[in-house]
Structure formats: C-alpha cells, structure tokens
C-alpha cells in the first residue's frame, strides 16, 4: 500500500514539474512587456545609474560647483560615495556610519540627521578635502583615503572612471549628459518647489512660473549643469521635461532637438497631476 502510495505521488510530481517546465517554455517565447526600467544613462559612455544614485551624484557634485571646487574635487567626491554607499543615502553602515559616504556621529561629521542630508554631507567631506595637502596632484585613492580612513584604502581608485563620467556630465562638460527614464510619477513637486531644490544647490534666476511649469536662467556657464540636475532628480520631483539650448529631454523619449529651446535659461514642465505641497 505504502509503495502504491509514493508511486502515485512520483507520478504526479513528474507531471507537475512537466507542467511547470511548459509554463516555463511558454512564457519564455511570448513577448510579453517588461515593467518599465528606471535608470539614468551617462551620455557617449557605457555607464548607467539608478534614479536615486543620479540624483544623489547631482547634489553632491553640485555642492563642489558652489564652493568653486575644480573638477577634480568632484570626482574624488563620488568615487568615494561610489565605494562607500554605492550613492544610496543608506541610514545604517559600519558602527554608527551613515550617508553617502559613511561618516560617523562619533568621529565629529555631525549628527545622523545632518549626515543623512546629502547636501551637508557632501558638504563636510569638501571641507576635509582641501585640507589634505596637494590633494590635486596625488592619486584619487590617496585622497580619499586621507579624508576616510577606511579600512580599504585601494578600493576607491576602482570608481575613478565611472565618478570622472558622472562629473562630466553633472558638471555640464557634457551636453545633454543625463538621460533618464522611469514609470509616470506618482508625487510631482510644485513648480515653485522645483526653484526653490535647483536654487540650493546651483545659482539660478527665477524667470516664470505656472501651475505645471517654471522657466530658470542658471548663472553664466551653468546651463548645462542645471539642465542636468533637473533631469537626474526628474523622478523624484515628477518633471515631465526638461528644455534648453536647443534640446528637449522627456521621460518618454530622452533627448531630441528642439529649436525653441532657449540657450540662457531651462524651462521645466511637471507630470499633469496633482502637486504635493
């Protein structure tokens, strides 16, 4: 009885791994639609981000523009976040690390909630920065090593390409260098919220604004840097495009031509539903 018993059971295991293995099949050679992908592409390179680390690259390389730090100061600056955090604003880490690049309450960064701003955190490792001697000239993991003091000294040098793609682009070196993509937002800022973000971290005018749109003039040779830092924070705020010096950037479409857009400012128009606050 007990053999006829695990025969039967045998037998309908087979036919169900059978089955599954059809489904499999099946479903393997329908085309069917994947979810779409959010990421955000480092024009004329082979690099790609997420939304969030995009984003999180823009501020900190941002926050370098401000203090009219060279290039170099923002490349060391995301290698090391690269490395420390992947650009995710983690809130946990090694001891009491936290942030973008793991600073620690106990060795005077600051408290966890200033760390985890990457403004200020970005902020705190520039100033640790330059006072490193000759910081220009030595190697990005000797740098970095001198601000950090982490445990793995060599490991910074392997993000130098990826964070020197990232800064070119977020600097504004590259035209059009972001070009993201992600589902329709479900949270889309206000117009004067989306000044208000942009105006914190790079100089800009505020020139009009609407109910779905806001027109900026970024400071002299920042147009591009702006352009740029709206795209890459695009998910987040829920902007549907971005426009300037003749381009137009679309969540639907990424960049492509566009005569009427003015070189001397960045229109941005928002997703059409309703705003938070």
Not at 17 to 35: E, S, T
Not at 51 to 61: D, G, H, I
Not at 110 to 118: A, V
Request: glycine share 8%; charged share 20%.
């Amino acid at each position: 009885m007990l053999r006829r018993v695990l025969a039967v059971l045998a037998i309908i295991g087979v036919v169900a791994g059978l089955a599954a293995f059809g489904v499999h099949m099946l479903f393997g050679k329908l085309d069917l639609p994947n979810a779409q992908e959010s990421r955000c592409d480092l024009t004329g390179t082979a690099y790609s981000v997420s939304t969030e680390q995009a984003a999180n690259a823009a501020t900190v390389t941002a926050v370098a523009v401000r203090r009219r730090l060279p290039a170099r100061a923002a490349v060391i600056a995301l290698a090391t976040a690269l490395q420390e955090s992947k650009l995710i604003n983690v809130e946990y880490g090694d001891l009491d690390s936290v942030g973008l690049f793991q600073q620690r309450p106990s060795q005077g960064w600051g408290s966890t909630g200033q760390i985890l701003d990457p403004r200020y955190a970005a902020g705190k490792f520039y100033d640790r920065l330059v006072r490193v001697r000759g910081w220009q000239r030595r190697s990005l993991s000797e740098v970095a090593q001198a601000v950090q003091q982490s445990k793995f000294p060599e490991a910074y040098s392997q993000w130098e390409d990826e964070a020197t793609a990232l800064a070119r682009a977020l600097l504004g070196t590259a035209t059009a260098g972001v070009s993201c993509r992600f589902p329709a937002p479900t949270v889309v800022a206000r117009p004067a919220r989306v000044a208000e973000l942009l105006g914190r971290d790079l100089p800009v005018t505020l020139l009009s604004s609407s109910a779905r749109a806001v027109e900026l003039r970024p400071a002299s040779g920042l147009g591009w840097a702006a352009a740029n830092w709206l795209v890459a924070h695009a998910d987040r705020l829920g902007i549907d495009t971005v426009r300037h010096a003749g381009r137009r950037w679309a969540r639907s479409d990424g960049w492509r031509d566009d005569a009427g857009a003015g070189s001397d400012r960045v229109r941005v128009e928002l997703a059409d539903i309703k705003p938070s606050s």
